[in-house]
């Protein structure tokens, strides 16, 4: 294994970050949404931690610099989806270096990104709410 | 109507000096072409729905071009012609309702998000991100069928 996994692991401790600032500028289903892909993201993180064990385990940073400031709810719709994006390209660099049950941890992890950065857009509302090749960076 | 691994089959078939098999013996077919084949006959259920429910197509259009996507990407990796959309058409006669048609692109979505797992999960380093992606692509459209 090479560093894909955790850098994996150092997105899923920016994730889950970033929940915090971008639930609070949300209500209703949005609000849920956002405590739904947080806790997504904790089970992540916890899996990976268990995967890496005994293997030096890149600590999380007490704060993490966010795409752009939550100042409300369209800020924090932007941002959620700017998330689940960067996490999902991480997860789809880990496919090549993984196999086995790894790896379907991965793609697992890669298709939760893409489903959820999905609903964001549809929250606000993007068109279209769907991107060709999840993970994939723009080159 | 030949599906699109069919024609690619077909064609692999026709080359010569493939692996220095013999005539009765093809060489065996690229463990992605039936993904490439599938994306391609998804691409035309959409865009034949897209374009008998003009009220959907907005939803319905961006999925058949990335079903239209993948299937040239997967043809690219495989080193084979990029399909035509009509050589990937086998779908056949696309009656019924539009709740009835969505239904049946959901089960066909589905079937092939599991198809792609499978493929992925299967793939060498080299071609597994883009087969991963193409899997999540399909539980995205899944999720924009809702």
Known sequence: MTGELPA?????????????????????????????????????????????????????????????????????????????????????????ATVGAQRRQALDALTGCAVRATRWRRFAKVDPITVTFPGKIPS | MLGFGAVLLAGAAGGCGLLDRGPDEPPPPDPLLPLADEAGRLAVSYRLAATDFPDRAATLTPIAEAHDAHAKELARIMATAAPSPAGSASAGAETGTVEDRIEALRVAEKAGYQAAIQACLAAPAHRAALVGSIAAARATHLEALK
Do not use: C
């Not at chain 1, 993490?64 to 709810?73: A, K």
């Open chain 1, 8 to 96: 994996a692991l150092a997105a899923e401790y920016a994730a889950i970050f970033a929940y915090g600032p971008i639930g609070v500028r949300l209500t209703g289903a949005e609000q849920d949404a956002a405590r739904a892909a947080e806790a997504a993201h904790r089970s992540l993180r916890d899996a990976l931690v268990l995967t890496l064990n005994g293997t030096g385990l890149p600590p999380a940073a007490p704060a993490y610099r966010l795409p752009e400031p939550v100042v409300d709810r369209a800020a924090a719709l932007r941002v959620a989806i700017a998330v689940e994006e960067k996490a999902g390209a991480v997860w789809r660099a880990a496919l090549t």
